[in-house]
Nanobody, 114 residues
């Protein structure tokens, strides 16, 4: 059974920073892309950032320049450094890893106060 567990969420004031981490356990084979998605209340889940196996990255326009995604293949982890946080960043953040299948974490709440 594959498990993805996020950590690092919490409450922060606007302009502050948080670092999210996601660790995978279980029999995941040949992980390709790792990424983060988020879902705000009343809104559709959206892509935040993805990092591919070659280190290539994709960022949502709304976070580019403020967020940085990174991965550690040896530890099967992906992280998201979030700087200059805005209230509109408030959402549940979900980790996703793609190998033979897509694997999702349970989500971690990020709340940015104004």
């Amino acid at each position: 059974q594959v498990q993805l567990v996020e950590s690092g969420g919490g409450l922060v004031q606007a302009g502050g920073s948080l670092r999210l981490s996601c660790a995978a356990s279980g029999s995941i084979f040949s992980i390709n892309a790792m990424g983060w998605f988020r879902q705000a209340p009343g809104k559709q889940r959206e892509l935040v950032a993805i990092i591919g196996s070659a280190g290539n990255t994709v960022y949502a326009d709304s976070v580019r320049g403020r967020f940085t995604i990174s991965r550690d293949n040896a530890k099967n982890t992906v992280s998201l450094q979030m700087n200059s946080l805005k209230p509109e960043d408030t959402a549940v953040y979900y980790c996703r890893m793609t190998g033979r299948n897509n694997y999702w974490g349970q989500g971690t709440q990020v709340t940015v106060s104004s």
